[in-house]
Each structure stands twice: as structure tokens, then as C-alpha cells.
């Protein structure tokens, strides 16, 4: 599993403390690469991961994927099935919408969203399909589908406003490995192509 995050795109919607009517909690959670290097995260030097258009196309419609604060599954904020969390894809990337429970955890998220203590989104995923490629002297891993488990707000988003700082150790590890797998596929692919060549 891996995950993306996302600052500066949380907001509440709907929400006021004072009539504990419905708590609506929104952001964006993915980003997706539209060309700008702002949209593009560094995996290491020399190598980027750029997640494309449709990748979350085929996870929003199927995937039962639940809100949580923190990725933690005992704060859980909603779900699409349930009808409490409703992800859809723009230009910008993957959004969500969430019908947050009216509980005393929610109550402290939002006192903390509107404090601006919490203000990024992140994302968990099993990458479905991808392409490797290199442009230039940079690596370039294409995320073309995924396996949505989680989306919502974190405390310690790893990508500050559109730039990418901090990033889970292990998260660079499974994109290292996909990249050695590709490269030793190109590598035995060079070889039958040399011995049928000649």
C-alpha cells in the first residue's frame, strides 16, 4: 500500500459549532499530473511519479473506500458504500466529500480545520497499473489506475502546497521496487532482442 498527500485543498461545508447540524468535511486528496512540474512528485533525484487522468476512474465507481482522519481506521469519517463519503475526479485530481459522524472526535477535527491546524488530504493505494519511461536523464513512473482504501485530512501532509518535501520511506521503497522490476524486464527484453538480432 501507498499513500500521497496533499496540502492547502480542506475546507468544511455546511458546518457551524454552535447548531451541531451536519458536519460536511471536503478536500482534494490526489493530485493529478496536468504538465507543470507542481504536479509531479520526486520519488528521488532523477526520478518522478506523475499520477494520470484516468487513474482513479475505474476506484471511484467500484472501490468501497472509507474516510478516516490520519489513515487510522478507529476514526473512521464515512464510507462510499454507506452513502457517507462520495469521491468523484476533476481537472485537479481525486475529491472528496464526507458526512462526518456527529461525534466528539469529528467535533475535535473540525475545531482543528478551522484553526487551520489541520489542513492537508492524503490518499491509500495499491498501484493497478503503471508505465515506466525515461525522458531526458529523469525516470518517469505514469500511475495509470489504482485501489482506493482511504481518503481525508492528516495531520502531517508529506506534500507541503504543491511541492514535494517529505514523503514516507516506505512509499519511495515500493516505487523503487516497481522500477528495478521494469528495468529487469527492459534488460531481458534487450537480450532476446540482441540474440534474435544478432
Known sequence: MERRYKNGHLC???????????????????????????????????????????????AVLEDDVRALFNHDPNKILGRTSAGTLRLSVSGK????????????????????????DV?????????????????????IREILGVELYDVGPVTFPAYEATTATLRKEGDVAEARASFERFRGRLTSYRRVAESIGG
Do not use: C, H
Open 119 to 139: 489542513t492537508g488530504s492524503s490518499f491509500s493505494f495499491s498501484v493497478t497499473d503503471e508505465r515506466w519511461r525515461k525522458e531526458a536523464s529523469i525516470e
Open 93 to 116: 485530481g481525486l475529491e472528496y466529500d464526507i458526512d462526518a459522524p456527529n461525534t466528539a472526535e469529528t467535533k475535535a477535527l473540525v475545531e482543528a480545520i478551522e484553526r487551520r
Open 12 to 58: 468544511l461545508v455546511g458546518y457551524r459549532a454552535e447548531d451541531m447540524g451536519p458536519i460536511k468535511i471536503n478536500g482534494l486528496a490526489g493530485v493529478i499530473y496536468n504538465g507543470t512540474p507542481d504536479t509531479q512528485f520526486e520519488l528521488w533525484p532523477g526520478g518522478v511519479e506523475r499520477i494520470m487522468q484516468s487513474a482513479f476512474d475505474r
